[in-house]
Every structure is written in C-alpha cells, then in structure tokens.
C-alpha cells in the first residue's frame, strides 16, 4: 500500500475500537479492488464524538464506520439519513458528499445475509428470542420483522428499555408479534422450547463475559443461536451452545456482510467477491 497525496481517508469511530477486525478487511478490499484509499481506526471517547464528526468534514475524510458506543449518538451530528437508517434509529456507516454527512445502517442487511450463509436460518413465520434492546438491536429488530418473523421476544434487563423497542416497531410490522420480557431464568424458560433462533444483539461476551442464566436445556433443540459479537476464539455463549448441541455462529459472518455493504456506499462498486471474508480468517488463523 502507498500513500499518496490523493489518497482517500476511510476509518472507524468506536470506544474502544483496538479489536476491531473492519481495518484487515476494508484495507484488503481496497487493495484488491485497486483504490487509491485507506482505512484506519480511530479512537473516539463519547464526550469526543461531536468534534470527531466535525473532524471528517474539516480533513475531507471520505466515510466511517460507526460501532459502539457511538450508534446512536452520531446521528444529531449528521447532515442527512438514510430511511433505513431512521427508522432503526442507529447509524453504522456515514458517507461525506462534499461535506454532507449521511448516515446509514447495513447491520440489518448484514446480519440476514450472515444468518442464512452461516445458520442455513431464514426468519420467515419462525420464533425469535432477541437478548438485549440497544442500538444494535433495534437493527436486528427491524431486519428480522422485514423478513417476516412470527413472534420476537426482547429480553433486557431494563425491562422499560425492551418494552420501549417493541412500542416503537409493533405498528410498523403488524405481521409479527412482539413480547417483552426479562432477562431472567424462569421468564426465559417459558418461551424457550418454542423459540427457532436465540440471538444476542448486546456487547456481552466482547472481552469474554459469560451470558449468565441463558436456560439451555429449555431451549428448543432443534433452535439455533446467533450471536453478533465477534471474538477470537469464539464468545462463551457461542461455545455453550454447541456444547448443548445447537447449531451456532459469532458475528464475523454479520461483520463481513455489513463491511461488503459500507464498501459499496462510499465507493459506488461492489466490493472484490470474497476478499474480506478471505482477509479474516487469514488474519484470525495467525
């Protein structure tokens, strides 16, 4: 790779962002595509977050990725959103058009794509038991309705939070049925055996936490489990359900759709087939 004067600044805002896999990924695509661009991470504090947007207008930076815990926040600091990206209510990549900042959402895409490459799972009339109701999960929320799922479940601690999230979506998509529930043992075990998918859209499990009180041997048996935390090696809840014989994935599958997507925003063409998917499991095999 040479840095050239003309060469384009892409990069992501998160807190912390020193795990991130999106620079071995993007840099690849990049390079196999034969751009003149470069992708970087960059460490923003919330308290930061206003200025650093101010900062890709003012240094001509061309696009971000947005994680955690800036999803949300950003979008008071952009120009313009996408309708996808309003009505999820969270924002994970911004594009600038001449200092337009614009924002959209390709999680949800990215994690249909994920759940069907790497589950063989499609939400259509299936049960889906959803852990968590932050902004990543309103992202799966409205990506699993639009697919026509039966019934979602939205368990949270905060309970408020969950019942929040389902008000919010449940005159949107009226075809599916929303619960609200707490992230508890017993109230976990009474929807349990009829749940198709068990998803955790929270940051759990990102520094090794375990998911405590997940009823295992109440779970559907023949149900999957998704989680959108991506780790190296796998996160604990991804680990115990394959001990309890289900089928299961971590979010690298979802990273690499949702990247595949934030690629073609900022460059107006398709990402080279292949190469971040490819780029990861290099980089995770070392």
Same mark, same amino acid.
């Given at each position: ?13 998160? +807190?912390?962002?020193?795990? &991130?896999?999106? =620079? ?39 696009? !971000?990725?947005? $994680? /955690? ?20 209510? *969270? ?7 001449? @200092?337009?900042? /614009? ?5 949800? $895409?990215?994690?249909?794509? &994920? ?20 902004? #990543?999960?309103? *992202? #799966? ?10 019934? /979602? ?12 999230? #389902? ?6 998509? =009226?075809?599916? %049925? ?15 055996? &009829? !749940? ?5 859209? $929270? ?10 009180? /997940? =009823? ?27 001990? +309890? ?5 971590? @979010? ?12 073609? %925003? ?5 990402? =080279? ?8 499991? &290099?980089?995770?095999?070392?």
């Amino acid at each position: 790779m040479t840095i050239r004067g003309t060469t384009q600044v892409l990069g992501i805002f998160g +807190y912390p962002v020193e795990h &991130s896999l999106s =620079p071995v990924m993007q840099n690849a695509a990049l390079q196999a595509a034969g751009l003149d661009a470069v992708y970087v991470p960059f460490m923003v504090a919330p308290v930061k977050l206003e200025e650093a947007v101010e900062a890709i207008r003012a240094l001509g930076i061309r696009g !971000v990725n947005v $994680t /955690i815990p800036h999803k949300e926040n950003i979008i008071s600091y952009l120009d313009e959103l996408d309708p996808k990206a309003r009505m999820i209510g *969270a924002v994970n990549t911004v594009i600038n058009e001449n @200092g337009r900042l /614009i924002g959209y959402n390709t999680d949800e $895409t990215g994690l249909i794509k &994920s759940l069907a490459q790497d589950l063989a799972f499609h939400p259509n009339g299936r049960r889906i038991l959803m852990l968590g109701a932050g902004g #990543a999960s309103r *992202a #799966a929320l409205v990506a699993l309705a639009e697919q026509g799922a039966q019934w /979602i479940g939205i368990a949270n601690r905060t309970r408020q939070k969950a019942e929040d999230l #389902a008000q919010a979506f449940q005159n949107l998509f =009226p075809g599916t %049925i929303f619960a609200v529930l707490g992230l508890d043992e017993v109230e976990l075990s009474e929807v349990c055996p &009829s !749940v198709d998918l068990l998803l955790n859209s $929270t940051s759990l499990g990102m520094k090794g936490e375990i998911f405590e009180g /997940i =009823p295992w041997l109440q779970l559907n048996s023949s149900a999957v489990v998704y989680d959108i935390v991506y780790r190296r090696p796998d996160t604990p809840l991804v680990t115990s359900a394959r001990e +309890y014989g289900h089928l299961a994935a971590g @979010g690298l599958g979802m990273l690499i759709a949702q990247g595949e997507d934030a690629f073609r %925003i900022w460059t107006g063409q398709e990402c =080279p087939k292949g190469v971040m998917k490819q780029a990861i499991f &290099s980089f995770c095999k070392d």
